[in-house]
DNA sequence: GCTGCCCATTAGCTTATGTTAAAGCGGTCG
DNA sequence: CGACCGCTTTAACATAAGCTAATGGGCAGC
């Protein structure tokens, strides 16, 4: 049947990630299956998981499908702040506190499992890998936020979306949703703009210019990467805030 | 003596901060502060406490003092990606990643306390509520690290360093490090223009029409706002992130 | 097969911010 | 006391990125 997280079950991305992050037993894997298949949900594009201000009372993870993370000025500006791929998770922990700061929306449509807290609490009480687990995903969104950061702060634009390039490429990768050196971008430019700080004119050109310098392919929402240390190299990017931790 | 956090003790800021995510009953109280004299330290500024790659085996609570988060790209911008100030907790759980993604440095004078991981672990598995606002602490982070980027992202200079300026003043207020209407602001123009994305020339403009407007003074390392609300209007600054969490 | 809509693209112009350079302004060290 | 040093401030100029508007392409619905 369903082999835990190596074949194609629903949760094969959630396995593959909390793997990277602490090696689980076959009794981890089966505990965390569990959770999963009680709670099982989908959503279209567009649907908003959770709107600023709301009280969280569940653990999320994406089985499949992208969301972003996003917050609005009062004018309207908007910014993502994360996107959320598959295999990641909603705000674990995020209950702890009153209300959230930011809205997620699915991107795409999305199958996710929807933990409840106190099912949540149980399951990282018994199980002190998965307690880990899941710590290490939120510190790993931390290490993601902060260099968003960077990229906005001191990279310039053709710089920065190359740096956005990798980091979806590199984060597709451990989930097995890359396919050589191409991977889905299943969002608008509208969207790349807002999660890179430009107008979506400037994103445009500058994507131009990205293919122009022979970068990347990019063609119904199909991202190609043509030399992945090439790109690197002119997004200035870092693997370290990456790193998937094997050891302790 | 010394009253658990209520009077000049060297953690007051500590156990304020703790106290606004969660009430501290007086045996939480004790054992924290009995963890925090078990490893008191000084750094001076400039000092690194945490450089890029390192390995951390501990968790710091700052007693006294500035830090700052920061990020360096191969040709030399920096990006400081936030401030630590005093009450406040350098990683929490970053013992669990392998290697840390960025340095933090003080800006001040230091006061803080090194408790080691295996006590950390000891006082969370002994401690509930002490556990629960640790991870407020993390959580509280990551929700300031997410609106740094629409800050970077959607802010004119001008709103962005009002926007830091607010929250700045707001994070001091709570371990009672604001004297009316002014606070310190112990770093240079410089470490201000790395937070906010600027060029330090830029942000000197901005600071002098900040001024201008009549919103701010800014004078011998002190900030006074003249007016808190004008302040947040002109930075668009929405208080729902920094809210410190009393309900659960 | 036309109409409308969403998204991508391009052009022309405006502007916020960066860059370079120089000057002012305390401190402090010798 | 003078020279240096780190920091702030100002000026003049350069440029990356924003804004507005128009066009084009693909796709869905009528």
Not at 120 to 141: H, K, W
Not at 144 to 159: D, K, M, S, T
Request: with cysteine.
């Amino acid at each position: 049947m369903r082999a835990h997280g190596t074949d194609g079950g629903v949760a094969q991305a959630v396995f593959r990630r909390f793997n990277a992050l602490r090696p689980l037993s076959d009794e981890d894997t089966a505990a965390l299956e569990h959770a999963i298949l009680e709670g099982l949900l989908r959503a279209g594009p567009g649907e908003d998981l959770i709107t600023e201000g709301d009280r969280i009372d569940s653990v999320r993870l994406v089985l499949s499908g992208w969301l972003f993370r996003h917050k609005t000025l009062e004018d309207g500006r908007r910014q993502i702040v994360n996107f959320i791929l598959p295999g990641e998770t909603c705000d674990s922990h995020a209950y702890l506190l009153s209300t959230i700061d930011h809205s997620i929306t699915a991107a795409t449509p999305v199958a996710y499992a929807d933990i409840k807290r106190v099912r949540f609490e149980q399951l990282m009480a018994a199980n002190r890998t998965l307690a880990e687990a899941f710590m290490c995903e939120t510190l790993l969104s931390s290490a993601i936020q902060r260099e968003w950061v960077i990229n906005l702060g001191r990279r310039a634009a053709f710089e920065r979306v190359a740096h956005l390039f990798c980091e979806i490429f590199e984060r597709l990768r451990p989930v097995g949703m890359v396919d050589g050196n191409s991977c889905a971008l299943p969002v608008t430019q509208m969207d790349l703009a807002d999660a890179t700080g430009l107008s979506v004119v400037h994103l445009n050109r500058t994507i131009q210019e990205l293919r122009a310098s022979g970068l990347i392919v990019l063609k119904d929402r199909t991202l190609t990467i043509s030399d992945l240390e090439a790109l690197k190299n002119a997004a200035m990017y870092s693997p370290n805030y990456l790193q998937l931790y094997r050891a302790k």
